[in-house]
């Protein structure tokens, strides 16, 4: 993937020079100073670190203030002293032959204590070996350093909490009443008072986006053009995708904050690595690095093992005993957080996103079952549960049998088993629709590859799809595993990436006024990183229109991506409207414009060809509307079906059609913004029946204003 496109590296105004935005002060632009007290002011004026800045403010608002948000972390330290001196407790404090009997003479009690199987403290401390002290000395100064980190925290959240009250006039306990976008409107109103960023006299949403997630916008970008060594080819297992909360920890480390990072601080790329000159040399050092920090990870793999399997043990242990079926369920793979998730998308849009994914994924995932495994699996909780059941009734009838060594041990690995066994075991009742299920899942998570279109009943589908949403089991495995593969990862996967990191950051990096280096993709340019397939429909508002559906005009706006520089499956476009959705106020540069009013018209167009195909019940709207226009792929295809969707709803609930024709029992009638990522609801060809949705974990996780505007999809 190396490429040396980049000869020169030059700033970036922010949206180009029609917005007369690059060298106006605000006196100049004719912007009212309202003057505040010359103490308040100063206090917010020039904050040198907006990124961390702005970063804490997003997590004080997504965590409930600051009492919240402080007690979390402390509570932390001290599980953290809980797992050390409770597993110190239990391998040298404890003596196992008096709680298990296997001394009959240990104690001249008829009945056995805890207490009497617990070793006094002194024979406690002579028990402790070398390798245990060794333990103990690590973890007190891991625990003194997040100590540290804590009190520092605890002063930055404090002046956080200074901002929130007096800047933006918010207390903590109106935090869950409002919007993440009503909090960013409030930003912009105090720069414009109190210049927090003196480089710019205004402050976009972009703007605040791109100092939330640069590093995270970097990473997004990074996987979706396969550049980060996520997958890998093992003898009996083939091709599986390997990404935990430890592997993500050193690429992080490593690309963006570490003291090794091409990073010369939160916002600045380091002026080497815009240089082509510079590139083999930077490749050699950043391959340097990483085997240094691969072999650290060698070294201190054994205690990371230790402390993942001990935290393992006590976080799911109780879970599995109460709910043995847990480790069945699915979840969302760190992999497909990355895969699925939009430039400039912050965690809550996320999850909301995935959270309403979820479902159907899960439907789609339950319909594949191995004939081999059902048949396996009905017969092993056949004999499990007739023993499980043998012993509860005898439990029942004389609760002495309880007292039987090894029966209550028994019990609870029968009834963990039979949960288990029940994982595998289809539902009778399950109706087989597997297009229908991922057209759904589709219409929540955006990105799918094209090749799935059609291949949703098969194998291979399943699959590669179970690598963005596996198994909770699988998850914790990964986790525990994570400590011994990392560092084979780094040392012999990601050092032969340094080249192509290299010319990633010098290709994919541009100076933005006022903001700092940003990744190009993050910029959401669909002329610079835009999909063709995407741009084939696209016209410019001051052309002519289309004559009839299928009379694209070529000539409005192409793109001049090509492979290496275009974003994979439309991830620019589908971002863009995304964004354009959530932050309706934003006001994009013209090529943004042009494109998300031609997506508009074509997707009314469409919705309205489906609309009236949906009355005579000839065909099945939502897979008419995924098959519309393959030629914009299959992101379009889904806000075009998440469109009709909700229209239909709208008109069943007022009675202006039959609700059955071409409805599926999984949508809801408030589904349609839901699907297109907005907090607001979204307008559409039948405006007023749509009821509002459901903000799911309060307001503050909400999408986008919370009140209607007119800007969305279809209407402007």
Same mark, same amino acid.
Request: charged residues 20%.
């Given at each position: 993937?190396?490429?040396?496109?980049?000869?020169?590296?030059?700033?970036?105004?922010?949206?180009?020079?029609?917005?007369?935005?690059?060298?106006?002060?605000?006196?100049?632009?004719?912007?009212?100073?309202?003057?505040?007290?010359?103490?308040?002011?100063?206090?917010?004026?020039?904050?040198?670190?907006?990124?961390?800045?702005?970063?804490?403010?997003?997590?004080?608002?997504?965590?409930?203030?600051?009492?919240?948000?402080?007690?979390?972390?402390?509570?932390?330290?001290?599980?953290?002293?809980?797992?050390?001196?409770?597993?110190?407790?239990?391998?040298?404090?404890?003596?196992?032959?008096?709680?298990?009997?296997?001394?009959?003479?240990?104690?001249?009690?008829?009945?056995?204590?805890?207490?009497?199987?617990?070793?006094?403290?002194?024979?406690?401390?002579?028990?402790?070996?070398?390798?245990?002290?060794?333990?103990? !000395?690590?973890?007190? $100064?891991? %625990?003194?350093?997040? #100590?540290?980190? *804590?009190?520092?925290? @605890?002063?930055?959240? +404090?002046? &956080?909490?200074?901002?929130?009250?007096?800047?933006?006039?918010?207390?903590?306990?109106?935090?869950?009443?409002?919007?993440?976008?009503?909090?960013?409107?409030?930003?912009?109103?105090?720069?414009?008072?109190?210049?927090?960023?003196?480089?710019?006299?205004?402050?976009?949403?972009?703007?605040?986006?791109?100092?939330?997630?640069?590093?995270?916008?970097?990473?997004?970008?990074?996987?979706?053009?396969?550049?980060?060594?996520?997958?890998?080819?093992?003898?009996?297992?083939?091709?599986?995708?390997?990404?935990?909360?430890?592997?993500?920890?050193?690429?992080?480390?490593?690309?963006?904050?570490?003291?090794?990072?091409?990073?010369?601080?939160?916002?600045?790329?380091?002026?080497?690595?815009?240089?082509?000159?510079?590139?083999?040399?930077?490749?050699?050092? !950043?391959?340097?690095? $990483?085997? %240094?920090?691969?072999? #650290?990870?060698? *070294?201190?793999?054994? @205690?990371?093992?230790? +402390?993942? &399997?001990?935290?393992?043990?006590?976080?799911?242990?109780?879970?599995?005993?109460?709910?043995?079926?847990?480790?069945?369920?699915?979840?969302?793979?760190?992999?497909?957080?990355?895969?699925?998730?939009?430039?400039?998308?912050?965690?809550?849009?996320?999850?909301?996103?995935?959270?309403?994914?979820?479902?159907?994924?899960?439907?789609?995932?339950?319909?594949?079952?191995?004939?081999?495994?059902?048949?396996?699996?009905?017969?092993?909780?056949?004999?499990?549960?007739?023993?499980?059941?043998?012993?509860?009734?005898?439990?029942?009838?004389?609760?002495?049998?309880?007292?039987?060594?090894?029966?209550?041990?028994?019990?609870?690995?029968?009834?963990?088993?039979?949960?288990?066994?029940?994982?595998?075991?289809?539902?009778?009742?399950?109706?087989?629709?597997?297009?229908?299920?991922?057209?759904?899942?589709?219409?929540? #998570?955006?990105?799918?590859?094209?090749?799935?279109?059609?291949?949703?009943?098969?194998?291979?589908?399943?699959?590669?799809?179970?690598?963005?949403?596996?198994?909770?089991?699988?998850?914790?495995?990964?986790?525990?595993?994570?400590?011994?593969?990392?560092?084979?990862?780094?040392?012999?996967?990601?050092?032969?990436?340094?080249?192509?990191?290299?010319?990633?950051?010098?290709?994919?990096?541009?100076?933005?006024?006022?903001?700092?280096?940003?990744?190009?993709?993050?910029?959401?340019?669909?002329?610079?990183?835009?999909?063709?397939?995407?741009?084939?429909?696209?016209?410019?508002?001051?052309?002519?229109?289309?004559?009839?559906?299928?009379?694209?005009?070529?000539?409005?706006?192409?793109?001049?991506?090509?492979?290496?520089?275009?974003?994979?499956?439309?991830?620019?476009?589908?971002?863009?409207?995304?964004?354009?959705?959530?932050?309706?106020?934003?006001?994009?540069?013209?090529?943004?414009?042009?494109?998300?009013?031609?997506?508009?018209?074509?997707?009314?167009?469409?919705?309205?060809?489906?609309?009236?195909?949906?009355?005579?019940?000839?065909?099945?709207?939502?897979?008419?509307?995924?098959?519309?226009?393959?030629?914009?792929?299959?992101?379009?295809?889904?806000?075009?079906?998440?469109?009709?969707?909700?229209?239909?709803?709208?008109?069943?609930?007022?009675?202006?059609?039959?609700?059955?024709?071409?409805?599926?029992?999984?949508?809801?009638?408030?589904?349609?913004?839901?699907?297109?990522?907005?907090?607001?609801?979204?307008?559409?060809?039948?405006?007023?029946?749509?009821?509002?949705?459901?903000?799911?974990?309060?307001?503050?996780?909400?999408?986008?204003?919370?009140?209607?505007?007119?800007?969305?999809?279809?209407?402007?």
């Amino acid at each position: 993937m190396s490429a040396t496109l980049e000869r020169s590296y030059q700033p970036l105004q922010p949206y180009g020079p029609e917005l007369g935005e690059a060298d106006e002060t605000p006196q100049d632009s004719g912007v009212m100073i309202h003057v505040v007290p010359e103490n308040s002011r100063a206090r917010w004026n020039h904050v040198e670190d907006l990124d961390s800045f702005f970063t804490r403010m997003y997590h004080y608002h997504q965590k409930h203030g600051f009492t919240c948000m402080i007690l979390q972390e402390i509570l932390e330290l001290l599980q953290f002293i809980f797992v050390v001196m409770f597993s110190t407790f239990l391998l040298h404090c404890v003596d196992y032959s008096v709680l298990f009997r296997d001394n009959v003479n240990a104690t001249a009690h008829q009945k056995i204590s805890l207490s009497d199987a617990v070793l006094p403290t002194s024979e406690c401390i002579a028990n402790l070996g070398a390798l245990t002290w060794v333990c103990i !000395l690590v973890a007190v $100064i891991f %625990w003194a350093l997040r #100590a540290i980190k *804590v009190i520092y925290h @605890l002063f930055q959240f +404090w002046d &956080i909490k200074q901002f929130f009250n007096t800047a933006l006039k918010i207390n903590d306990s109106d935090l869950d009443n409002l919007t993440w976008h009503e909090i960013q409107r409030r930003v912009r109103e105090v720069q414009l008072e109190q210049q927090m960023c003196i480089h710019k006299s205004d402050l976009t949403e972009l703007d605040i986006y791109h100092r939330i997630l640069r590093f995270k916008n970097y990473m997004v970008a990074m996987v979706n053009k396969s550049l980060l060594p996520v997958r890998l080819h093992l003898p009996l297992l083939g091709e599986i995708v390997f990404l935990t909360r430890g592997l993500k920890y050193n690429i992080e480390l490593l690309l963006f904050w570490g003291p090794w990072a091409p990073f010369e601080n939160n916002w600045h790329l380091k002026e080497d690595y815009k240089k082509v000159s510079r590139r083999k040399d930077l490749a050699e050092l !950043l391959s340097k690095h $990483i085997l %240094w920090v691969g072999i #650290a990870n060698f *070294v201190l793999c054994p @205690l990371i093992l230790l +402390w993942q &399997i001990l935290y393992s043990f006590f976080n799911y242990a109780e879970v599995i005993k109460r709910e043995p079926g847990s480790l069945g369920s699915r979840c969302w793979s760190l992999y497909g957080r990355l895969y699925l998730r939009h430039f400039n998308e912050l965690d809550h849009e996320l999850n909301a996103r995935l959270n309403r994914a979820y479902r159907p994924a899960s439907k789609y995932m339950n319909i594949f079952t191995s004939p081999l495994m059902t048949i396996i699996a009905q017969n092993v909780a056949f004999v499990a549960g007739a023993c499980l059941a043998v012993l509860l009734i005898l439990s029942v009838y004389d609760e002495d049998v309880i007292t039987v060594e090894h029966v209550l041990t028994a019990i609870t690995v029968l009834g963990a088993v039979v949960a288990g066994s029940r994982v595998f075991i289809p539902d009778e009742n399950l109706v087989w629709c597997p297009e229908k299920l991922l057209t759904a899942v589709l219409a929540h #998570a955006h990105y799918l590859p094209d090749s799935y279109r059609g291949q949703a009943h098969t194998n291979r589908v399943r699959e590669e799809f179970s690598q963005l949403f596996h198994y909770k089991a699988v998850y914790l495995l990964e986790e525990l595993l994570s400590p011994v593969v990392t560092p084979f990862i780094l040392c012999f996967h990601l050092r032969s990436k340094s080249l192509d990191i290299v010319d990633f950051y010098r290709n994919f990096t541009v100076e933005v006024v006022g903001v700092g280096d940003v990744c190009s993709f993050a910029q959401m340019d669909v002329r610079r990183h835009g999909n063709p397939a995407w741009q084939t429909s696209v016209t410019s508002p001051v052309k002519p229109q289309p004559s009839g559906p299928g009379d694209a005009i070529k000539a409005g706006m192409h793109t001049v991506a090509n492979q290496y520089t275009q974003a994979e499956d439309g991830k620019t476009e589908l971002s863009l409207v995304h964004f354009t959705l959530t932050n309706p106020e934003w006001q994009p540069p013209t090529d943004a414009e042009d494109f998300v009013t031609a997506l508009r018209t074509q997707a009314r167009r469409d919705a309205n060809q489906l609309l009236s195909t949906a009355g005579v019940g000839a065909v099945n709207p939502l897979y008419s509307s995924l098959h519309s226009v393959s030629s914009l792929g299959a992101g379009f295809s889904s806000l075009v079906a998440s469109i009709f969707r909700g229209n239909t709803a709208a008109m069943a609930a007022g009675g202006l059609m039959d609700s059955s024709v071409g409805m599926m029992p999984l949508f809801s009638a408030g589904a349609v913004q839901s699907n297109l990522g907005s907090g607001e609801r979204a307008p559409g060809l039948c405006e007023p029946m749509v009821p509002a949705p459901t903000v799911r974990g309060g307001l503050s996780r909400a999408e986008g204003p919370i009140h209607s505007s007119e800007r969305g999809l279809l209407y402007r």
